[in-house]
C-alpha cells in the first residue's frame, strides 16, 4: 500500500523514534529484527503516532551503534533482510504509518569498502572520496564534537600513511563532499531506499559535508548548496519524501538549512529541549520563551522537529555556561550521567519518575510549534542504565510485559543485545507496555490520550503561536492559531499550585473548553482572566465564540 | 496577623506573580529618582553575577514619590543588565513596588518588606538604601551569603568611610550599642542590612512596631532585638557609603531617630541589658578596607560655638537632665578656646549616659532631652576632629577602642542612676 502523497503530512504528524535493534526479537536471537519490529505495528499504531523513525539498520561494526555505516543498500544481517525490511514497509503504511530512515551522509565506516579502496593508495580512483592531508594542521577552527574520546579531527593513517579528517569518531571517517562522484553516488544510496517507498530521511551530521580553512567547517555555503541538490532532487523524482536536518545548532544558524522552503522541509530544535528541562526545574518559563524568541520565522512548508529525548545525550552544546552548569547539578549530578557535552538519560529518570512532570513536559513538547518525537519506551516510562558504556544506557529492549526478557526477546538473557533494565523502579517487570494497556490511567494510556488530543487539531502542528506574558513567570501560557481554529495552551511550571491572571481581552466573549474532558470554563470578559492550576498542571483551551 | 494589613491587595496580587523567593532585596524609596536606577543596576548585576540560579526579587516600598520613583523600578529590565555586564541570566527577576502612603515613614516601609518577605517565605531578606549610589553588585553577595550560606541571621554593614565620617556612629551610637547589649557591632543602624527569614518572621510578630523607640528607629530596632533575642549576628565589610545630603543637614532628626531610639530601647530591655559587662566581637566577614583619604572640610569654629552657646543656653534644661558635676565640666569645657578644647570621653560617656536616664525618667519632654543633645554632640564631634586630625586609621580606631572601653567601664554608673535598679 502506498499512502497518500500528501506533501505536508509532516506537519500534522506524530513521530515515534525506534531502534530496530532494541524494539523487538522475532528469531530469538537476541537483537531487535524488523519481522520483531513489523509484529509490534499494532502497538506503534494504537499509540496513535502516524510515523516511525527508524535508527540505522545498514550493515556496520557498530562501533557506533550503526552510525559507522559499511554498506549503504543493504540491512545489518541481526536485523532481517532487504525483503524483511520492504514487509515491514509494507505493513507500516497498511496500518498508515510512514516510515522514515536515517541516512548518514557525512561519514562511512573505516570498514566501508570505499574508505578500504581509498586508504589503499594515493592513487586509487576512490582516493579522493575521503579528505586526507599530509598533516594534521590544516582546518584548525574546527572544534571537536566527541571531546571524552577524540583529541583531534584528524586521524593517521597507518596504510596511506597520512591523515584523514573525521569531526565524530576516527573510525568514521568523513567524505570529501567537493568530489561530485560522492555527491552522486550518495544521491544514488538515497533513490535506493526511496524506489522502495520509503517516506523520508533523517539526514544525519548535515553541517559538517563540506571543509573549508578559515572557517568553523560548519554550516558553509557550499553544504547549503549539495542540500539543495538533494532536495531538487526529491521533489522532482519522490514529492512528498520528507528530508529532516540533524543540524546541532542555535536557531539562527538552522535557519538558512531550511532556505527558502527549497533545502530540508524539517530541523531539529535542539536548544529548545535543554531549556525545557531548564524551566521546569527552575519554574521558570524564561529559557523557554527567550530562545523561541530568538527562533527566527521559517518558510510556511517547513517545520521544527520538537523532541525531549532520543537515542543522544541530552545535549548541552547549545547552552551558555552557566545553563549548563546548572543542568549537570540539576540533571547528572553523577558524573557517570554525563557523556561530551551532554547528560545521557531517559525522560522518566532525568523526571525522577515524578508522572506529573512526565506529562507536563509531554503536553508542551505536542503544544509548541513542531512536530513531536517520541523516543521508544518514553511512553510507558522507562528508565536507563548509565553503567551500559556511551550512550547504550538509553538503548535497551524495549519493555514489553514482566515475563522472560520483558518479552522483548526469547533468547537466554546473557545472549541479548543489551542487558534489560531491572532495577525495581524502572526494571521490566515494574514497567511494561502489557501492564500498562490494562489500565486507563498508566503513561501509556495518558500518552495515547494526549496524541490523540494532540490529533484532533491541525493547530498544533500548523498554527501561529502567540505568547501571553502572565506577570506569575511560573506559568507559561501562550495561543496557538490556525485559520479559524484558536487553542490557549498554559502550563504550570511550578511543583506548587499557582494562581495566574491573563489578558485574554482580545477573544473577549469566546468561552473556553477543556480539550482533554471538553469541560466549559467560564466565557471571556473584560476583566484579567483568572486561573488557578495544581502543582505542574498544564491546560489545552479550544475558545468558541458560542 | 500583620502583613493582612500592610499589603494592599494590588501588592498581594504582584506578590503573587513573584512567588516563592530564596532572596528578597527591599528597596526603601522616597523621591530617589536620581539615584535608584544605579542602585537597581548594581542590585540586578549582583544577583545575577552571584546568585543566578537563585529565585530573587525586588521589592520597592515607596512613600509616595512625586518624582516616578516606582515607575522607574519597576521599569528596570534585567536586559539592559546583560547588555551592559554580559552576565546572563537564567531566571526572572521580578521588580515591584507598592506605595504605602504619601510621606516615607521607614517603620513602615521596613515592616512592609518584611511582610512581603514572610508571605514569600524569602530565606534572605536583604535592605539596600536607595541612594547608595557607591553601591558595587558585590555587596548583594557580602550581605546574602552570611545569610544564606552560613546561617547568620542578621548581617549588618561596615563601611569604608573616611575618619571623620560617621561620627555619630563612632560616638555615641557604637559605643553605647556596645556597652548596653554587649556585641561590638559597628553600624547597629544601618541602611543596608541582611536578616534571615526566621529572624524577619520574629521580627515582624515583635510587639517594637508599636512602641514609641521601634516606630522612631526601627534599623536599631531591628540590631537590639537581634542581639537581645540570642540571633546569630555577623557583620560584613561593604563598601564607601554615600553620604545622604539630606541627613547631615537634619542633626535632631537623626538624632530623634538614632539616639532616641537607642535610650528608648533601655525602657522595655532592663532585665537584658542591666546583666551584660564588657562585650563580645562579632564575626565579621571580608577583608577590611583601609580608610578613605579626601579632603573633609569641618568648621571646628562653628561646632565650638554651637557647643558653648547650647551649654549656656540649656543650662536650667540640662540642669534637669545631667548631674552637677556634668553640668559644671560641661561649663568648664565651654570657656576653652578652639586650640585648648577637649571634651573628654570619660565625661562624654557620662553626659550620655545621665542623658539616657533623663530619658527613660522623662524629666522634661523626650524631644527637648534629644534637642539638648545635639550641641554637646557638636562638641565632642570637634573633639574628635582635633584628636584624629593627624592620626591614622589605625591610630583612630585605637582611640575608638577607647572611648568604648570608657562607656563599658561606666556602665555601672549608667546602672546606678537607672530608676529600675533593684
Known amino acids: ?546 | 496577623m500583620a502583613e493582612e494589613t500592610l499589603l494592599t491587595d494590588d501588592c498581594v496580587r504582584q506578590l503573587i506573580n513573584v512567588g516563592e523567593v530564596d532572596i528578597l532585596i527591599g528597596l526603601p524609596t522616597h523621591n530617589n529618582s536620581r539615584t535608584i536606577q544605579t542602585v537597581i543596576r548594581a542590585i540586578q548585576t549582583g544577583i545575577l553575577k552571584c546568585f543566578p540560579r537563585e529565585r530573587a526579587a525586588i521589592f520597592n516600598v515607596d512613600g509616595g514619590s512625586q518624582d516616578g520613583t516606582p515607575e522607574l523600578v519597576t521599569s528596570s529590565s534585567i536586559d539592559d543588565v546583560w547588555r551592559a555586564s554580559k552576565v546572563f541570566a537564567l531566571r526572572t527577576l521580578h521588580a515591584i513596588s507598592t506605595t504605602y502612603g504619601r510621606a516615607p515613614e521607614p517603620c513602615t516601609a521596613l515592616r512592609t518588606i518584611l511582610a512581603a518577605a514572610d508571605l514569600l517565605q524569602a530565606k534572605t531578606c536583604v535592605v539596600i538604601s536607595p541612594d547608595s549610589t557607591a553601591i558595587e553588585p558585590d555587596w548583594v553577595q557580602r550581605l546574602v551569603r552570611p545569610v544564606y550560606d552560613d546561617k547568620f541571621d542578621l548581617v549588618c554593614p561596615i563601611y569604608r568611610r573616611h575618619k571623620f565620617e560617621g561620627a555619630l556612629m563612632q560616638n555615641l551610637l557604637y559605643p553605647m550599642t556596645r556597652s548596653i547589649y554587649g556585641s561590638r557591632v559597628r553600624e547597629p543602624y544601618a541602611s543596608e542590612f541582611a536578616l534571615s527569614g526566621r529572624l524577619a518572621a520574629d521580627f515582624l510578630a515583635n510587639d517594637v512596631w508599636n512602641q514609641e523607640w521601634g516606630k522612631m528607629g526601627i534599623e536599631l530596632a531591628l540590631t537590639i532585638t537581634a542581639l537581645a533575642g540570642k540571633y546569630r549576628v555577623c557583620q560584613s565589610y561593604l563598601g564607601i557609603k554615600a553620604q545622604s545630603g539630606r541627613a547631615a543637614n537634619d542633626l535632631v532628626a537623626v538624632m530623634r531617630r538614632t539616639a532616641g531610639a537607642l535610650f528608648g530601647s533601655l525602657d522595655g530591655n532592663y532585665a537584658f541589658w542591666s546583666g551584660i559587662s564588657g562585650s563580645e566581637p562579632v564575626p565579621t566577614l571580608g577583608t577590611q578596607p583601609e580608610a578613605l583619604v579626601k579632603l573633609v572640610r569641618v568648621n571646628r569654629k562653628r561646632l565650638r560655638e554651637m557647643f558653648a552657646t547650647g551649654v549656656a543656653h540649656l543650662e536650667p534644661v540640662l540642669r534637669s537632665i545631667v548631674s552637677p558635676e556634668t553640668l559644671t565640666a560641661l561649663q568648664r569645657i565651654a570657656t576653652l578656646g578652639i586650640n585648648e578644647f577637649d571634651y573628654p570621653a570619660e565625661v562624654w560617656s557620662k553626659t550620655v549616659y545621665e542623658f539616657a536616664a533623663a530619658y527613660h525618667k522623662s524629666v522634661i519632654n523626650r524631644d527637648h532631652i534629644i534637642q539638648a543633645l545635639v550641641p554637646l554632640y557638636r562638641g565632642r564631634s570637634l573633639t574628635f576632629v582635633l584628636e584624629n586630625r593627624d592620626d591614622s586609621g589605625e591610630k583612630v580606631e585605637k582611640r575608638e577602642e577607647s572611648l568604648c572601653g570608657e562607656f563599658e567601664r561606666l556602665k555601672p554608673y549608667l546602672l546606678g542612676i537607672w530608676p529600675d535598679r533593684k
Not at chain 1, 527508524?54 to 551503534?65: A, C, E, H
Not at chain 1, 580512483?125 to 583531534?152: A, C, H, N, Q
Not at chain 1, 567547517?217 to 529532516?244: S, W, Y
Open chain 1, 1 to 546: 500500500m502506498v499512502l497518500k502523497r500528501e506533501t505536508s503530512w509532516y506537519k500534522d504528524a506524530t513521530i515515534y523514534q525506534v531502534h530496530v535493534r532494541s524494539f523487538s526479537d522475532a528469531n530469538g536471537d537476541g537483537i531487535g529484527d524488523f519481522p520483531g519490529l513489523a509484529q509490534k505495528l499494532s502497538y506503534v499504531q494504537a499509540l496513535g503516532v502516524n510515523a516511525i523513525w527508524l535508527m540505522p539498520f545498514f550493515p556496520s561494526p557498530l562501533r557506533d551503534d550503526g552510525y559507522d555505516i559499511s554498506d549503504y543498500r543493504a540491512v545489518h544481517p541481526s536485523y532481517g533482510t532487504l525483503d524483511d525490511f520492504k514487509r515491514f514497509l509494507s505493513i507500516a503504511h497498511e496500518r498508515g504509518i510512514r516510515v522514515i530512515i536515517e541516512m548518514v551522509l557525512n561519514h562511512t565506516s573505516d570498514q566501508h569498502p570505499w574508505f578500504q579502496e581509498s586508504r589503499s593508495s594515493q592513487n586509487n580512483p576512490k582516493r579522493d572520496w575521503y579528505v586526507w592531508s599530509d598533516t594534521d594542521s590544516k582546518y584548525r577552527g574546527t572544534r571537536i564534537i566527541f571531546l571524552d574520546t577524540e583529541m583531534s579531527n584528524w586521524a593517521w593513517d597507518p596504510i596511506s600513511k597520512s591523515y584523514y579528517w573525521h569531526r565524530f569518531f576516527s573510525h568514521q571517517p568523513d567524505l570529501n563532499y567537493d568530489n561530485p562522484a560522492v555527491r552522486e553516488e550518495m544521491w544514488n544510496v538515497m533513490k535506493f531506499w526511496l524506489e522502495l517507498g520509503i517516506d523520508g530521511f533523517r539526514l544525519d551530521a548535515v553541517p559538517y559535508l563540506i571543509e573549508r580553512e578559515g572557517t568553523s567547517c560548519e554550516n558553509l555555503p557550499e553544504t547549503h548548496a549539495i542540500i539543495r541538490d538533494l532536495r531538487k532532487r526529491v521533489d522532482e523524482q519522490f514529492p512528498g519524501v520528507m528530508l529532516l536536518a540533524e543540524a546541532n545548532q542555535w536557531p539562527a544558524d538552522l535557519r538558512p538549512y531550511f532556505g527558502e522552503g527549497d533545502e530540508f522541509h524539517m530541523a531539529f530544535h535542539f536548544p529548545l529541549m535543554p531549556r525545557m528541562f531548564m524551566g521546569l526545574r527552575l519554574e521558570d518559563r524564561k529559557p523557554i520563551t527567550e530562545i523561541l524568541q530568538q527562533t527566527p520565522q521559517i518558510p510556511g512548508s517547513c517545520q521544527w522537529c520538537l523532541f525531549l529525548r532520543n537515542h543522544d545525550e541530552l545535549t548541552l552544546e547549545m547552552v551558555t555556561d552557566v545553563e549548563r552548569d546548572y543542568m549537570y547539578d540539576i540533571y547528572a549530578r553523577d558524573k557517570g550521567m554525563r557523556l561530551n557535552l551532554g547528560i545521557r538519560r531517559r525522560l522518566a529518570p532525568l523526571l525522577d519518575n515524578d508522572r506529573r512532570r512526565i506529562e507536563l513536559m509531554n503536553g508542551m513538547l505536542m503544544s509548541l510549534p513542531g512536530t513531536p518525537i517520541l523516543y521508544y519506551g518514553d511512553e510507558i516510562g522507562m528508565g536507563d542504565n548509565i553503567y551500559l558504556g556511551d550512550r547504550n544506557g538509553v538503548r535497551t529492549p524495549m519493555q514489553w510485559s514482566g515475563g522472560w526478557n520483558g518479552g522483548f526477546s526469547t533468547a537466554d538473557p546473557e545472549s541479548l543485545y543489551s542487558p534489560p533494565i531491572l532495577n525495581p523502579v524502572y526494571g521490566y517487570q515494574a514497567v511494561n507496555v502489557s501492564s500498562q494497556e490494562r489500565t486507563p490511567h498508566s503513561l501509556l494510556s495518558w500518552m495515547k490520550h494526549i496524541i490523540e488530543v494532540r490529533r484532533s487539531s491541525t493547530v498544533f502542528g500548523s498554527g501561529s503561536i502567540e505568547f501571553l506574558y502572565p506577570a506569575n513567570h511560573r506559568i507559561l501560557a501562550y495561543v496557538r492559531q490556525f485559520g479559524k481554529e484558536t487553542v490557549l495552551v498554559v502550563n504550570n511550571l511550578s511543583s506548587a499550585a499557582q494562581a495566574v491572571e491573563l489578558d485574554l481581552r482580545r477573544y473577549k466573549g469566546n468561552i473556553l473548553i477543556e480539550m482533554f474532558g471538553r469541560n466549559v470554563f467560564p466565557r471571556i470578559g473584560d476583566a484579567p482572566y483568572l486561573l488557578t492550576m495544581g502543582p505542574y498542571q498544564f491546560f489545552w483551551f479550544r475558545l468558541r465564540r458560542i
